[in-house]
């Protein structure tokens, strides 16, 4: 009996350990779509909109991620990834904050050809993308 108690907790105190752990990803037309709530953690993915990256004296970096349906407008005070680049795919970690996406981390392609396989998704049923099958 001791030893069933023992697991439950165990198991309870992993659960509730982990859910810091787990970032659900959204696209930019859902995230539009179905705001998440303002205290949530996600990843939101897409492409980086071509002259939309401004930066200022303050280290902010501003940009949009669009899936080709919706735009998001994205905040991020840090370094940047080396292959972070306009009209390229990213992802970010963070939360929506009155309409706009506060990231704490931001990930870039790491190559020419590949991208992430939830932007990817969130391009091809917008309708957009158009790389080569990953």
Same mark, same amino acid.
């Given at each position: 009996?001791?030893?069933?108690? &023992?697991?439950?907790? /165990? ?8 859910? %810091? ?7 930019? /037309? @859902?995230?539009?779509?179905? *705001? ?15 002259? /939309?990256?401004?930066?200022? @004296? ?11 349906? &919706? ?9 940047? *990834?080396?292959? +972070?680049?306009? =009209? ?9 904050? %009155?309409?706009? +996406?506060? &990231? /704490? ?15 990817? %998704? ?7 993308? @158009?790389?080569?099958? =990953?």
């Amino acid at each position: 009996m001791l030893s069933v108690f &023992a697991l439950a907790v /165990s198991t309870a105190l992993i659960g509730y350990a982990m859910r %810091d752990g787990i970032n659900y990803f959204r696209s930019p /037309s @859902q995230v539009v779509e179905t *705001p998440p709530s303002k205290d949530e953690v996600f990843r939101i993915g897409g492409l980086v909109e071509g002259g /939309s990256i401004r930066r200022s @004296q303050t280290g902010l970096i501003q940009f949009r991620v669009s899936d080709g349906g &919706a735009v998001v407008e994205v905040q991020f005070k840090g370094v940047l *990834p080396d292959l +972070f680049a306009e =009209n390229q795919g990213m992802i970010g970690t963070g939360q929506l904050i %009155d309409g706009v +996406f506060v &990231a /704490s981390e931001i990930l870039a392609k790491h190559d020419e050809t590949y991208m992430p396989k939830e932007v990817i %998704d969130a391009l091809k049923e917008q309708g957009v993308y @158009q790389g080569s099958s =990953n």
